[in-house]
């Protein structure tokens, strides 16, 4: 198992004050296929789950995830124990306009 986590609050370097919603671009540039289980934490506890599949060679995109200008964690578990294969792109967005991308290197990992 693999975690990637983002954290934003209202003043850390991830400012969860602009963020409306995010979107997550998930890559899996590997040859073996996987699961990601994503949750979405926020001050009353959890507020999105979600579980995709990523094929080998495959994108899959997750939209809207709605944290509306309130701290969030976003928590993205694989079942494969090795990220280096694992590709994210979270699109920040306010208003439906994107106003920043981060990367699984800006995240906390563990393997």
């Not at 996987?34 to 579980?51: A, K, P, Q, R, T």
């Not at 993205?76 to 990367?103: R, S």
Request: charged share 15%.
């Amino acid at each position: 198992m693999s975690i990637l986590r983002l954290v934003s609050n209202a003043d850390g370097p991830i400012n969860s004050r602009c963020i409306q919603s995010v979107d997550l671009e998930i890559n899996n540039s590997g040859e073996v296929p996987f699961e990601m289980l994503i949750h979405g934490y926020g001050i009353e506890g959890l507020f999105y789950i979600g579980l995709i599949h990523a094929g080998a060679d495959e994108w899959v995109g997750v939209h809207d995830i709605m944290t509306n200008y309130s701290p969030f964690e976003l928590v993205l578990v694989t079942n494969i124990n090795n990220l280096a294969h694992t590709g994210v792109v979270f699109k920040i967005k306010n208003q439906g306009m994107l106003i920043a991308e981060y990367t699984q290197e800006d995240t906390m990992r563990e393997n």
